[in-house]
C-alpha cells in the first residue's frame, strides 16, 4: 500500500557516500568497463532485516519507507561492500620477521632457506604446535581481519605437510570460523612445498597429498590449492594434484606463475580452477586464457611490493582483455605480512595502474564470485547480506589515496556490528 512504512531490524544511515554496486547485476565477475559501475549514493542508508540489505537508498528515502528500533548513524563516512579476500594463509604458528630484515639487507631466498628461514621455518612451529594454540592464534587474527574491513576470506592450511599436521590446520581454521562472526572458505595446501623428509623423495609426497592427505581433509575444506612453480611442483605434479581434488569434490585454485613462467595460468583455466593467484609471470597466452574463461584473476601486489620484486602482475593488460580481476592480501607470515584490504588497493593504484573504481570491484564482488559467495555478498543488493565496511575517507576515491592507516570506523557483518567489538 502506497505510504505504508515498513518495520526492520535496523538503519544505518547518513553515510557520506553509499557504495552499493546496484548498478551492475547482483551477481558474477565485472569485467573491462562493468569495474567502473558502482552505484553510488550521496547521502546513502540501508535498512537490514534478519541480517540481509532490505533496501538501499537516500537517507531521506529510507526514513520515509522504513522504521528500526535501531539506528546507527554513519554520518561523515564512506560505506562499502565488506571486504572480500580471496587469499589468505591465516593459520601459522610464529612470525617470521627476522628474516624479512635478512631480506631487506640483500640476503636471498637461499641464504635465508640455510639459516633455517621460508616456508619450512613456518612448517616446523605448527608441527611444534597444538591444534588449540592454532585456533587461538587464527582467532586474533580473524579480529584483525574485521578490524581492516573485511567481512570474508578464503583461508588456507599448508603449514603443516604431512597428514597429521594439515588435519590439525584445517580443524583448528574450521573451529575459529565455527565461533567467529568472519565468513571463511577453507582451502586446503598442502601442496605448499615439499618437506624436509621428502626433498629426495617429490614423486613420493605428491603421492602422499593425493592418496593419503585429501581423502584426510575431505570435510575440513572446500577447496585444493597447488603452489606451481619450477622447483616447487611442476605443471604435471600440480595437474595431477588438482585433477585428484575435483575428483574428490573439491574446488580449485592455483598459485600460478609467480616467480618463473610455468603455464600455472593456463592450467587453471585447463581445469576449471576457480582462480589463478600471483601471476607477475603470466605469458600472453595465460592472460588470453583466463579472458575467454571463468577463472579469476587473483593479484596479490603486497607480495611483490613486501618481497622487493620488480616485476608486478600486468592488471591493465589482464584488465584490457575482459578477464575477471581481483584483489587480495596473501597475509602470510613471511612474504606479506598485513591484513589491510585498503593498503592492497593502494598497491594496486601505484604498482598495478589500477582505477579506484576497478579496485572497489576487484575487493567487492570479483573475489566473492571467485568464491563462489557472490548471490550472498559482494554487493548491497536487496536480499544480500547486510555485509559492510563505514571508511573514514573523503570520497570512493580516497581509497587508495588515503594509506599508511587504518580508515575503518566500524564493520557490519550480517547487520550486526562487529568492529569494535560490541561492549
Same mark, same amino acid.
Given at each position: +500500500?502506497?505510504? +505504508?512504512? *515498513? ?26 568497463? %562493468? +569495474? ?21 537508498? /537516500?537517507? @531521506?528515502? $529510507? ?24 587469499? /589468505? ?7 617470521? *620477521? ?9 640476503? @636471498?631466498? #637461499? ?18 604446535? /597444538? ?7 587464527? #582467532? ?37 570460523? @565455527? ?32 592418496? &593419503? #592427505? ?7 575444506? &572446500? ?12 605443471? &604435471? ?8 581434488? =575435483?575428483?574428490?569434490?573439491?574446488? !580449485?585454485?592455483?598459485?600460478?606463475? *609467480?616467480?618463473?613462467? +610455468? ?6 583455466? &585447463? ?37 622487493? =620484486? ?8 589482464? $584488465? ?17 605480512? /598485513?591484513?589491510? #584490504? ?37 554487493? !548491497? ?28 570506523? %566500524?564493520?557490519? =557483518? ?6 569494535? =567489538?560490541?561492549?
Amino acid at each position: +500500500m502506497q505510504g +505504508m512504512v *515498513e518495520t526492520v531490524d535496523r538503519l544505518f544511515v547518513h553515510a557520506r557516500e553509499l557504495v552499493t554496486l546496484t548498478d551492475g547485476p547482483a551477481r558474477g565477475a565485472r569485467r573491462g568497463a %562493468a +569495474m567502473q559501475d558502482l552505484g553510488v549514493i550521496a547521502d546513502g542508508a540501508i535498512a537490514v532485516r534478519g541480517g540481509r540489505v532490505v533496501a538501499v537508498g /537516500t537517507t @531521506d528515502s $529510507i526514513a520515509r519507507d522504513y522504521r528500526a528500533s535501531i539506528e546507527h548513524d554513519l554520518s561523515g563516512t564512506v560505506v562499502l561492500p565488506g571486504f572480500v579476500d580471496g587469499h /589468505t594463509h591465516p593459520v601459522f604458528a610464529a612470525t617470521r *620477521e627476522d628474516e624479512f630484515h635478512m631480506r631487506c639487507a640483500g640476503a @636471498d631466498y #637461499m641464504a635465508i632457506a640455510a639459516a633455517g628461514g621460508g616456508i619450512l621455518s613456518s612448517v616446523r612451529a605448527v608441527r611444534a604446535a /597444538t591444534e588449540d594454540e592454532l585456533l587461538a592464534r587464527t #582467532m586474533r587474527i580473524f579480529d584483525g581481519f574485521l578490524a581492516a574491513g573485511t567481512t570474508t576470506i578464503e583461508g588456507k592450511s599448508g603449514y603443516g605437510l604431512s597428514v597429521e599436521d594439515e588435519v590439525k590446520s584445517l580443524r583448528a581454521l574450521t573451529r575459529a570460523r @565455527d565461533s567467529h562472526p568472519l565468513d571463511v572458505v577453507r582451502t586446503f595446501l598442502g601442496a605448499h612445498e615439499v618437506p624436509l623428509e621428502y626433498r629426495d623423495r617429490r614423486e613420493a609426497y605428491v603421492d602422499l597429498v593425493i592418496d &593419503e #592427505m585429501l581423502p584426510a581433509v575431505v570435510g575440513l575444506c &572446500e577447496a585444493c590449492d597447488v603452489f606451481a612453480e619450477p622447483g616447487v611442483f611442476d605443471l &604435471e605434479q600440480s595437474r595431477r594434484i588438482l585433477r585428484a581434488a =575435483k575428483a574428490a569434490g573439491l574446488r !580449485l585454485r592455483i598459485h600460478a606463475d *609467480e616467480i618463473r613462467p +610455468m603455464g600455472g595460468a593456463e592450467l587453471a583455466v &585447463e581445469l576449471g580452477a576457480d582462480s589463478a593467484d600471483h601471476l607477475p609471470q603470466v605469458s600472453d597466452a595465460g592472460i588470453r586464457a583466463l579472458a575467454g574463461s571463468d577463472t579469476t584473476a587473483v593479484l596479490l601486489p603486497g607480495t611483490s611490493f613486501y618481497l622487493g =620484486k620488480p616485476k608486478h602482475a600486468p592488471a591493465r593488460a589482464l $584488465i584490457d582483455a575482459g578477464a575477471a580481476v581481483a584483489l587480495a592480501t596473501d597475509y602470510n607470515p613471511g612474504s606479506c605480512h /598485513t591484513q589491510s #584490504m585498503p593498503l592492497i588497493v593502494t598497491l594496486a593504484c601505484v604498482l598495478l595502474h589500477m582505477g579506484p573504481a576497478e579496485c572497489i570491484v576487484a575487493s567487492t564482488i570479483n573475489p566473492a564470485a571467485s568464491l563462489g559467495l557472490d548471490a550472498d555478498i559482494g554487493t !548491497l543488493h536487496p536480499g544480500k547480506q547486510a555485509d559492510f565496511v563505514a571508511l573514514d575517507l573523503p570520497s570512493h576515491r580516497g581509497l587508495g589515496y588515503v594509506f599508511g592507516g587504518n580508515p575503518t570506523v %566500524a564493520t557490519v =557483518k550480517r547487520g550486526e556490528p562487529v568492529w569494535p =567489538k560490541p561492549r
